[in-house]
């Protein structure tokens, strides 16, 4: 694992204009007018997918964009003249993220092709009552490598800091802050103590 200020945007993702196919994802391939070739297929456990007449296509990794490009080329090479193919995601798993820590609610939630660390973070229902906005942390696989940076969303509510982009895939967790926990338990020792004076006055105890 390797720490980073700012994290890159995920492979593959065309600098971040784009997300990239993942394993499970559900395809829409359609062949302008070929309709017989025209099929919704769900990308394999291997990142891959089989089409008519050209067999088996990785998908796993690439945009969609690439993944048209390398069908029009398979069937252009042998099968059609200038085929127009067009690949629509109807079902994406990778487009996935893991909100975790110092959250109202913990959980997996989807994301759209623009989400932002912002949203993420709404989407668990925000901070609970320890969550300390300092302490956001973004984990991201990039190749063989997991890189973790941290973010202040106080900082980017505020218009200080950029609002990062967030990716299928990534795993966001909130850490607690110290000083709010050792207000909570402040808080519970003074309740107790109340609770102590109140029963200490009760008539007969």
């Given at each position: ?39 919704t ?31 029009e ?87 200080k ?30 309740g ?6 109140r ?7």
């Amino acid at each position: 694992m390797q720490v980073v200020k700012e994290l890159p945007a995920a492979q593959n993702s065309q600098n971040g204009n784009e997300q990239p196919l993942s394993p499970n994802d559900v395809l829409e391939v359609n062949v302008f007018q070929v309709d017989n070739l025209n099929r919704t297929v769900q990308v394999d456990a291997g990142g891959q997918i089989s089409l008519p007449l050209i067999g088996t296509v990785t998908a796993a990794g690439k945009t969609v964009r690439q993944l048209e490009q390398e069908i029009e080329t398979a069937y252009g090479a042998n099968y059609l003249q200038s085929p127009d193919v067009s690949v629509f995601v109807k079902e994406s798993i990778g487009q996935r993220i893991t909100v975790d820590g110092e959250v109202t609610r913990a959980g997996i939630f989807p994301v759209s092709s623009n989400s932002s660390l912002i949203d993420a973070i709404a989407l668990a229902g925000g901070f609970n009552t320890v969550g300390d906005a300092k302490k956001v942390f973004v984990y991201r696989n990039v190749g063989q490598n997991t890189l973790v940076a941290n973010y202040n969303v106080e900082q980017i509510r505020a218009g200080k800091s950029r609002n990062p982009r967030i990716y299928g895939g990534d795993k966001i967790v909130v850490f607690a802050s110290k000083s709010k926990i050792a207000m909570n338990n402040l808080k519970d020792a003074l309740g107790v103590a109340t609770s102590a004076a109140r029963i200490a006055v009760i008539p007969g105890i």
